[in-house]
């Protein structure tokens, strides 16, 4: 059973930066597809972006060439890189980890409020 800890969120002005950390435990993620998801006040949850235990890398149309996946399975952690930041993309921000059975986990999720 793999436990996700989310961290990194926090108020950041328009047009900023930041990075969200996902730290594994109990299971290493070697194997697992790990994405970034978001959830703003009164939509669903929607996929940000993943990456695959080959390293492949996928995004939503919304973040395209603004927000970069990626993983360091040394440390058991993935990230996401977050330029460019608009108050659209003010959302909980949860990581999401797949294993190669299907099972899906989900960390508590970590806020992101862009405003100035």
């Known amino acids: 059973q793999v436990q996700l800890v989310e961290s990194g969120g926090g108020l950041v002005q328009p047009g900023g930066s930041r990075t969200l950390s996902c730290a594994a435990s109990g299971s290493t993620i070697m194997f697992y597809t790990m994405g970034w998801y978001r959830q703003a006040p009164g939509k669903q949850r929607e996929m940000v972006a993943t990456?695959?235990?080959?390293?492949?890398?996928n995004s939503s149309n919304s973040v395209k060439g603004r927000f970069t996946i990626s993983r360091d399975n040394a440390k058991n952690t993935v990230f996401l890189h977050m330029i460019s930041l608009k108050p659209e993309d003010t959302a909980v921000y949860y990581c999401n980890a797949v294993s190669t059975m299907g099972r899906v986990h989900w960390g508590q999720g970590t806020q992101v409020t862009v405003s100035s």
């Open positions: 990456i695959t235990s080959t390293f492949n890398t």
